[in-house]
């Protein structure tokens, strides 16, 4: 027989092969709305992510207020809804007043969170004026380390006052005459680790929170506050029981608990990298157990939801202490594989879409972020193009389907199906969308789609990340290397479902429509 006919032979042969794993989609198991704040991102005041980033005065990149316009072109596509600052860490130590008023009488103050000099030339009225330009929702989080309950205070009525008041005719003075309606607000950040200024324990942050939000809201009673949830997931520390404290004590007045992970592959194993998603859900099905015993048997009305407001890829940009750390900048190379990672985050985030209704990237320009500058210009990381496509679910029903795939041991956490999978729904225009990672290095794993209720049209959507050098990454002038590809494919539907090939360590949507 021929080379030729050999080679055909075999392709015909591994298409005929039955499907390996299976997703099976009810429009009738629904989880929860996809909330457009889930598609949120962080700005701190550390390295070049406010200042080279999305602030340079004097750029010829940059309007008559001092904002990159390439940047804020690049934040639009990217599809952000909400935006947090001015930290993290440097919030524990920021005073918002030495941020307000004419720039060059603003004081130049040391950031003893990172290690640099911060000259308060971007503030409070720069950050919200920078959020109406781009159409995002600002969200502000207060200093619960150095900083006091009045402060936080004052700071509710200097963005959100009417009437005629000190701190809203401040603000008018300073230029702005209608409040800015400031809706979220955070109780702190990461206020159980001792790497932070003013650490406390959860007893002391407890106390502190509780009078802030009662202040708080005396100044605004609209406003919607995240109580700092434990980040602190290094060995010995109780994570679970510093939450516990912290719904028991706060329940009635907060309307979130925050919580943060950042992942790597110091290991260089792809598989066990991409099988965190195991670790991710456990921390929101945890926290959301917490949640419910909280609330059990209260008389509490406020309901209590999981603000994800820091998440990404982080561990290259790092130093021995949080001084060596701030000297790296934090400008983290993205590559293909972290692309990837992006898709296993938003997959968790939707499988629990009835509880996470926030979560902020961290960051937004130069900072471990999918947008990289210099003074000439812009490039755009791997990890861009996942987040700007989940995007266009919000709005979104999450799903509950049924996935079986091959399974791999994924070191301490046993064994994990290859497949990672969520699935949307749009009842509008009767569009179902499923995000499949396939986390295998080398297996491409064919699967049969089917659906339960309505009948599949004949013609898909697909977008899909794939690339055959992990490792692939952007630079300047060179960032077309890892992009995504679309395309239109008819279906060769079999009982209201089709069988599909997903490549080896890939990142696929697929978008379907049912028939009226």
């Given at each position: 027989?021929?080379?030729?006919s050999?080679?055909?032979?075999a392709a015909?042969?591994?298409?005929a092969?039955p499907p390996?794993?299976r997703?099976?989609?009810?429009t009738?198991?629904?989880?929860?709305e996809?909330?457009p704040h889930i598609?949120?991102?962080?700005?701190e005041?550390?390295?070049?992510c406010?200042?080279g980033?999305?602030?340079?005065?004097?750029?010829?990149l940059?309007?008559?207020k001092?904002?990159?316009?390439?940047?804020?072109?690049?934040?639009?596509g990217?599809?952000v809804?909400?935006?947090?600052?001015?930290?993290g860490n440097?919030?524990?130590?920021?005073?918002?007043?030495?941020?307000i008023?004419?720039?060059?009488?603003?004081?130049a103050?040391?950031?003893?969170?990172?290690?640099d000099?911060?000259?308060?030339?971007?503030?409070?009225?720069?950050?919200?004026?920078?959020?109406e330009?781009?159409?995002?929702?600002p969200?502000?989080?207060i200093?619960?380390?150095?900083?006091?309950?009045?402060?936080a205070?004052?700071w509710?009525?200097?963005?959100?006052?009417?009437?005629?008041?000190y701190?809203?005719?401040?603000?008018?003075?300073n230029?702005r005459d209608?409040?800015?309606?400031?809706?979220y607000?955070?109780?702190g950040n990461?206020?159980?680790?001792?790497?932070?200024?003013?650490?406390?324990?959860?007893?002391?942050?407890?106390k502190f929170a509780?009078?802030?939000?009662k202040a708080?809201r005396?100044?605004?009673a609209?406003?919607?506050?995240?109580?700092?949830?434990s980040?602190n997931f290094?060995?010995?520390?109780?994570?679970?029981?510093?939450n516990r404290?912290?719904?028991e004590?706060?329940r009635g007045?907060i309307?979130?608990?925050?919580?943060?992970?950042y992942?790597?592959?110091?290991?260089?194993?792809?598989?066990?990298?991409?099988?965190?998603s195991?670790d991710?859900?456990?921390?929101?099905?945890i926290?959301?157990?917490?949640?419910?015993?909280?609330?059990?048997?209260?008389?509490?009305?406020?309901?209590?939801?999981?603000a994800f407001d820091?998440w990404?890829?982080?561990?290259?940009?790092?130093?021995g202490?949080e001084f060596?750390t701030?000297?790296?900048?934090?400008e983290?190379?993205?590559n293909?594989?972290d692309a990837?990672?992006?898709?296993?985050?938003?997959?968790?985030?939707f499988?629990?879409?009835?509880i996470?209704?926030?979560?902020?990237?961290?960051q937004?320009?130069n900072?471990?972020?999918?947008i990289?500058?210099?003074?000439?210009?812009?490039?755009?990381?791997?990890?861009?193009?996942?987040?700007?496509?989940?995007?266009?679910?919000?709005?979104?029903?999450a799903?509950?389907?049924?996935?079986?795939?091959?399974k791999?041991?994924?070191?301490?956490r046993?064994?994990?199906?290859?497949?990672?999978?969520?699935?949307?729904?749009n009842a509008k225009?009767?569009?179902l969308?499923?995000?499949?990672?396939?986390?295998?290095?080398s297996?491409?794993?064919?699967?049969?789609?089917?659906s339960?209720e309505?009948?599949?049209?004949?013609?898909?959507?697909?977008?899909?990340?794939?690339?055959?050098?992990l490792?692939?990454?952007?630079?300047?002038?060179?960032d077309?290397?890892?992009?995504?590809?679309t395309w239109k494919?008819?279906?060769?539907l079999?009982r209201n479902?089709?069988?599909?090939?997903?490549?080896k360590?890939?990142?696929?949507?697929v978008?379907?429509?049912?028939?009226?």
């Amino acid at each position: 027989m021929k080379p030729l006919s050999i080679l055909l032979l075999a392709a015909c042969a591994l298409l005929a092969q039955p499907p390996q794993a299976r997703i099976k989609i009810d429009t009738d198991r629904r989880i929860g709305e996809i909330h457009p704040h889930i598609f949120g991102n962080f700005a701190e005041h550390l390295g070049r992510c406010i200042y080279g980033g999305i602030y340079e005065e004097g750029s010829p990149l940059s309007d008559e207020k001092g904002y990159r316009k390439d940047v804020m072109e690049a934040v639009r596509g990217l599809g952000v809804t909400i935006l947090r600052w001015p930290g993290g860490n440097f919030a524990s130590g920021y005073n918002w007043k030495d941020g307000i008023g004419p720039k060059d009488q603003r004081p130049a103050r040391p950031d003893h969170a990172w290690g640099d000099i911060d000259s308060n030339r971007f503030g409070t009225d720069e950050f919200l004026q920078y959020c109406e330009r781009i159409g995002v929702e600002p969200y502000i989080c207060i200093n619960a380390g150095l900083g006091s309950i009045n402060e936080a205070r004052e700071w509710v009525e200097y963005t959100n006052e009417s009437r005629q008041t000190y701190w809203a005719d401040l603000r008018r003075k300073n230029g702005r005459d209608k409040p800015y309606n400031v809706k979220y607000w955070s109780l702190g950040n990461e206020i159980d680790g001792p790497w932070q200024l003013g650490h406390k324990n959860a007893e002391d942050y407890t106390k502190f929170a509780l009078e802030a939000a009662k202040a708080m809201r005396r100044a605004d009673a609209s406003i919607k506050l995240v109580a700092a949830g434990s980040s602190n997931f290094g060995p010995g520390a109780d994570w679970i029981a510093w939450n516990r404290v912290v719904l028991e004590r706060l329940r009635g007045e907060i309307d979130y608990i925050s919580l943060h992970t950042y992942i790597g592959n110091r290991e260089n194993n792809f598989e066990n990298f991409l099988a965190a998603s195991a670790d991710i859900d456990q921390r929101i099905e945890i926290t959301e157990g917490l949640i419910r015993a909280a609330l059990a048997g209260r008389r509490v009305t406020r309901p209590i939801y999981i603000a994800f407001d820091e998440w990404n890829v982080w561990y290259r940009a790092r130093g021995g202490s949080e001084f060596d750390t701030g000297a790296t900048r934090l400008e983290e190379k993205y590559n293909f594989e972290d692309a990837l990672a992006m898709g296993m985050f938003f997959n968790s985030f939707f499988r629990h879409a009835h509880i996470v209704k926030m979560a902020n990237l961290a960051q937004l320009v130069n900072v471990i972020a999918p947008i990289f500058t210099n003074k000439q210009g812009l490039f755009l990381q791997p990890i861009y193009f996942p987040i700007a496509e989940y995007g266009k679910q919000k709005g979104n029903v999450a799903l509950e389907a049924l996935v079986e795939s091959p399974k791999y041991k994924a070191g301490y956490r046993g064994e994990l199906g290859y497949l990672d999978a969520s699935v949307t729904w749009n009842a509008k225009a009767r569009a179902l969308y499923v995000n499949v990672l396939n986390r295998s290095a080398s297996q491409d794993i064919t699967t049969r789609i089917e659906s339960v209720e309505g009948r599949l049209a004949p013609l898909a959507e697909f977008w899909q990340m794939y690339h055959e050098d992990l490792k692939a990454a952007h630079t300047f002038g060179d960032d077309r290397r890892v992009r995504p590809r679309t395309w239109k494919e008819p279906l060769k539907l079999d009982r209201n479902g089709f069988v599909y090939r997903f490549p080896k360590h890939s990142l696929t949507i697929v978008k379907l429509a049912l028939e009226p």
